[in-house]
């Protein structure tokens, strides 16, 4: 699978951080400017993958559990530099928009909870929740050419846009796009 990378691994290259360039593989800086960083409509209506992930260790659900609400599923890593510099944007987001939109953070973290855990230590975000995508089903029946990449469903579990890359969360922009 090619992807593309909004995220880099932190370091001065293009070169993936080493469990990026695994899981998803790498790609030039031709292919990384195009089309990150803006909202996306062209998967309009695509029903959200029918594909499980963790709310904790053992305990599976998927977007069908979330059905009847306005859900962003924000598929990050802790080894990505921007999905860790979003993440405080997503939590106080998730706070502004309870009962009226679902904030999922869901790890692509190869080292599953361990890693994760470690990122959320207790009391670090007071609203978001990480769940956990392994072997990474969810992010390749999405398609996603890298990380962070947030998609957002309607009521009906049906994509309304997706962005690969980051956005301010909290811009008039990006709050009127989120309904």
Do not use: H
């Not at 090619?2 to 031709?30: E, H, L, R």
């Not at 802790?78 to 928009?97: K, S, Y």
């Not at 890693?115 to 609203?127: D, M, R, Y």
């Not at 769940?131 to 998609?151: F, H, N, W």
């Amino acid at each position: 699978m090619t992807i593309v990378t909004a995220c880099d691994g932190g370091d001065k290259g293009n070169t993936p951080a080493p469990q990026a360039s695994a899981m998803y593989g790498a790609a030039s800086a031709a292919t990384t400017s195009a089309a990150i960083n803006s909202i996306d409509r062209s998967f309009a209506g695509t029903p959200a993958p029918a594909v499980a992930f963790e709310r904790k260790p053992g305990a599976k659900t998927s977007m069908a559990a979330f059905r009847g609400k306005r859900v962003l599923v924000n598929l990050w890593a802790t080894w990505c530099a921007p999905c860790i510099a979003e993440m405080p944007a997503l939590d106080t987001l998730a706070a502004a928009r309870a009962g009226k939109l679902v904030i999922l953070p869901i790890s692509q973290d190869m080292e599953g909870w361990q890693a994760v855990n470690g990122f959320f230590k207790p009391g670090k975000f007071k609203t978001l929740q990480p769940m956990l995508d392994q072997p990474g089903s969810y992010a390749e029946a999405l398609k996603a050419r890298g990380l962070p990449i947030s998609v957002l469903y309607d009521e009906k579990g049906r994509e309304v846009w997706r962005v690969a890359g980051t956005l301010k969360w909290n811009s008039p922009e990006v709050m009127a796009a989120l309904g």
